[in-house]
């Protein structure tokens, strides 16, 4: 009998079709988000959830009163919307897909430093609401990244993928703070404070994970410390940047832009950070390409496919 296995919403087709040649798949057809009832109903009734970021997996889905599903191989690098310590007090497996996201991420990175480095969140807006009165000299003026120093928050596969990108195409010099000194640094020059490089950068772009150590880890004060011509950058998890303070220091004039891919409480976007017009605002594109989103599928099943054949997994995270 072949494992039964539910996929929380849809997946590009190729992995689709992977999945079901070899498993008794159930889809998310209509690919809305499942409540959380469903998920507890979902554990009595599968071998396997497949859930992604867009889906809370409390203890109160994964403590269901007899539970069948064994694994929990989650669609996406980023596991905070899973209770791992009830998934181990369940004697649950879970896995991830990183590594496959990295190059995605990265561009998008760029892309959010060009469009608030240039406003051209500003102009498109302007041009679609027929505004825009013709070509003039001070209109929408923006700064060049070429010679400007980039500050990396975190120095992990993604941070490292942006600055190759940031350097190579935009000259850029790189920074970076971590908990620990990178031992080959590539060429990039460490601070040993997150204050530090803030005060260093003219882009600071985020590459950590989410949790309480890194909750709010932006804030006014940190913000503060930023040149007011500065840019800050976030396609790591929404939870790192206290929006409310962001949305001050853009109106505020503390910092000249930002650019977000990610936030606290998606879908649901901070009402403030939606009047900034300095604001760039992208929603979770970060590994949206067919490439990347196939490949993070395929790393699902490679994951599903060692557990049902009792192989080592790829991935585990718990």
């Known amino acids: 009998m072949k494992p039964k296995i539910l996929v929380s919403r849809r997946w590009p087709q190729a992995v689709e079709a992977r999945l079901s040649a070899r498993y008794d798949v159930t889809l998310n ?6 409540a959380l009832d469903q998920l507890r109903a979902a554990m009595t009734q599968y071998d396997a959830l497949c859930p992604t970021v867009s889906d809370k997996v409390p ?13 929990i191989a989650n669609y996406g690098a980023g596991y905070e919307h899973i209770d791992l310590d009830a998934a181990k ?15 995605a991420t990265a561009e998008l990175a ?26 003039r000299p001070t209109h929408l003026l923006g700064q060049s990244l070429a010679g400007k120093t980039l500050g990396l928050v975190g120095y992990g596969r993604i941070a490292r993928a942006t600055a190759e990108r940031a350097r190579a195409a935009l000259g850029m010099r790189i920074a970076y703070h971590s908990r620990r000194r990178a031992e080959d640094e590539d060429g990039a020059v ?19 994970p989410g949790g309480p150590q890194t909750h709010h880890l932006i ?8 040149k007011p011509s500065a840019i800050l950058i976030n396609t790591a998890r929404g939870s790192v940047v206290n ?11 503390v910092i000249a832009g930002a650019g977000l891919d990610v936030y606290q409480g998606e879908p649901a976007i901070n009402p403030a950070l939606l009047t900034a017009p300095n604001l760039v605002l992208l929603p979770h594109l970060g590994s949206a390409t067919l490439e990347t989103r ?10 599903l496919d060692r557990f049902f054949d009792g192989e080592p997994l790829l991935d585990r995270v718990a």
């Open 110 to 135: 760029l892309l959010l430093m060009l469009m608030a480095a240039r406003r051209a969140g500003e102009g498109e807006r302007e041009l679609r609401a027929g505004e825009w009165s013709g070509w």
């Open 219 to 226: 804030d006014a004060a940190l913000l503060k410390r930023m």
């Open 59 to 71: 203890a109160e889905v994964l403590s269901a009163p007899g539970a069948r599903v064994r694994i």
């Open 294 to 303: 196939t490949a993070m599928g395929m790393r699902v099943a490679d994951n």
């Open 29 to 34: 057809e209509t690919d809305t988000p499942l």
């Open 89 to 103: 007090g369940a004697g649950l497996i879970v896995t991830n897909t990183p590594d496959v996201l990295t190059d």
């Open 190 to 208: 460490y601070y040993d404070s997150l204050e530090a490089l803030a005060e260093a950068s003219d882009v600071l772009s985020l590459h950590t």
């Open 243 to 253: 929006e409310d303070d962001l949305a001050q220091a853009l109106s505020g004039g």
